[in-house]
């Protein structure tokens, strides 16, 4: 059976999974969340990935710093380099400094013989750095296998480098802000009331999306019971819902207020002859799982290394 005004099926609906996990991941806000997450991740895996992120903790005050004499085993030249800069005016450039590892050998108090590497900067681009056969090497008292050599860092970069990591966090939290605004809308294809939903005014938003201009289109829609609520839609593709006079909407019946645009959900979910929800294309799935199963990727190599 189904709604004859809005050529519906009545709740509850079945909602095939294909569209679930479409509507669930798919829209362009969540996929910009994902894409700062996936591509912001290789950056902080680089970067804040080989910062010197954890020596603040291990190192703090009030903590125990034990010293002992360490002896060097090896230096050798990282693929990282500091201070460098792009071609400038007539074809030079200003090679970094570069960032070599230092291996060393130390024994603390009644302990096995253990091993570590810290990482220090040239002075320039062109000299390597002095550094003594013996060296003082420090650790926290209760975790002698956590060490570096004074004066050195336990990773190639500053741990300042570890606030690229924010990048893709902000992409992380856009992409849940989305990921739950998914979940109202898959709830309310299986459940919302349908009803009309008539244009009230639409405005620039001032952002772009492939350089196409994001709109808010504002929309007005009765409930059964007669109440008018409104809805606010943000969309770069602002001429799906601008076909129809009305279009066709869904509302939460215990919180009216609640409420989508079937034509503004990714993927556009269409409807059988029944008025039931069609599945959409594995392919259209897979291609909204990209970008998720990327930034999930990267979060967890990124958060691996930055706590090792």
């Known amino acids: 059976m189904r709604n004859k005004t809005y050529d519906i099926a009545l709740a509850p609906r079945h909602v095939p999974s294909s569209v679930f996990w479409r509507v669930l991941i798919g829209g362009w806000s969540g996929q910009l969340g994902w894409g700062l997450v996936g591509f912001g991740g290789l950056f902080a895996l680089i970067f804040a990935g080989n910062a010197d992120c954890m020596s603040w903790y291990y190192f703090r005050s009030g903590i125990e710093v034990q010293t002992v004499t360490g002896t060097v085993t090896g230096m050798k030249k990282t693929g990282f380099s500091t201070g460098g800069s792009g071609r400038r005016r007539g074809g030079s450039s200003r090679r970094g400094k570069p960032i070599y590892e230092v291996r060393y050998r130390y024994n603390p108090t009644a302990d096995i013989p253990r091993e570590g590497a810290s990482y220090v900067t040239a002075t320039s681009s062109t000299s390597e750095p002095t550094v003594p056969p013996d060296v003082i ?7 002698p296998d956590i060490s570096r050599i004074q004066g050195m860092r336990r990773r190639p970069f500053h741990g300042a480098l570890g606030l690229i990591a924010l990048i893709p966090g902000a992409g992380l939290l856009i992409a849940l802000r989305a990921l739950r605004r998914g979940m109202i809308s898959a709830e309310l294809l299986r459940r919302g009331r349908p009803a009309g939903a008539k244009l009230l005014n639409k405005r620039m938003t001032g952002a772009q999306i492939n350089k196409q201009t994001v709109w808010a289109l504002t929309f007005e829609y009765a409930t059964d019971e007669g109440m008018k609520y409104q809805t606010v839609v943000k969309t770069h593709h602002e001429e799906q819902l601008l076909d129809e006079a009305q279009e066709r909407l869904l509302y939460d019946p215990v919180h009216p207020s609640r409420a989508v645009l079937l034509d503004s959900l990714p993927g556009t979910p269409g409807l059988d002859e029944s008025g039931n929800i069609r599945p ?28 090792r």
Request: charged share 5%; glycine share 12%.
């Open 137 to 143: 090497v420090e650790y926290p008292a209760n975790r």
């Open 280 to 307: 959409v294309t594995a392919g259209a799935v897979a291609a909204a799982l990209i970008l998720p199963l990327i930034g999930l990727g990267m979060m967890a190599a990124t958060g691996l290394m930055i706590v």
